[in-house]
């Protein structure tokens, strides 16, 4: 194993501008579970899509209901060895980008900048406005009857 471990550490630092593409085994450990396995979100419910979430209401509705359901865990979720790797990696000058599936933000919160991070299905910490183009920062607040988004400036 060890020889292993030298072996890619030796094809990297040969490389010099490496990138690096991340999905959901990177951020389990961090507490946020798989989508698609047993359990995971796409077990429980069907997606969402773009154009049904534009032309429904209702779709919207849900949509939000069901990121109330994951906004703790992805909340309390903090990076863990792999992503501070990663940071270390871009620090050295070895890793160029991050392309990643995920969705948690943990690449950015471990130190990697925005730039660095190529998000292929978008960010649960921000949302776009369809109408002005304009990214925010939000936060849900769960009450007993309720579900309130509050939107932020960035």
Same mark, same amino acid.
């Given at each position: 194993?060890?020889?292993?471990?030298? =072996?890619?550490?030796?094809?990297?630092? =040969?490389?010099?501008?490496?990138?690096?593409?991340?999905?959901?085994?990177?951020?389990?450990?961090?507490?946020?579970?798989?989508?698609?396995?047993?359990?995971?979100?796409?077990?429980?419910?069907?997606?969402?899509?773009?154009? *049904?979430?534009?032309?429904?209401?209702?779709?919207?509705?849900?949509?939000?209901?069901?990121?109330? *359901?994951?906004?703790? *865990?992805? *909340?309390?979720?903090?990076?863990?060895?792999? =992503?501070?790797?990663?940071?270390?990696?871009?620090?050295?000058?070895?890793?160029?980008?991050?392309?990643?599936?995920?969705?948690?933000?943990? =690449?950015?919160?471990?130190?990697?900048?925005?730039?660095?991070?190529?998000?292929?299905?978008?960010?649960?910490?921000?949302?776009?406005?369809?109408?002005?183009?304009?990214?925010?920062?939000?936060?849900?607040?769960?009450?007993?009857?309720?579900?309130?988004?509050?939107?932020?400036?960035?």
């Amino acid at each position: 194993m060890d020889n292993d471990i030298a =072996h890619i550490a030796q094809k990297v630092a =040969h490389a010099g501008r490496n990138v690096v593409f991340t999905g959901a085994g990177i951020s389990t450990e961090s507490g946020i579970p798989d989508f698609r396995s047993k359990g995971g979100i796409w077990d429980k419910y069907r997606p969402v899509y773009f154009e *049904e979430f534009m032309s429904s209401k209702e779709a919207r509705i849900e949509y939000w209901r069901r990121k109330a *359901e994951l906004y703790y *865990e992805l *909340e309390q979720a903090k990076p863990n060895p792999a =992503h501070t790797s990663l940071v270390r990696l871009y620090e050295m000058d070895l890793l160029q980008a991050v392309i990643t599936q995920n969705v948690d933000g943990l =690449h950015q919160e471990a130190g990697l900048p925005d730039e660095k991070v190529i998000e292929l299905h978008g960010n649960t910490r921000r949302v776009r406005c369809m109408r002005c183009q304009k990214i925010t920062l939000y936060i849900i607040k769960v009450g007993a009857r309720c579900v309130k988004v509050v939107f932020q400036s960035q």
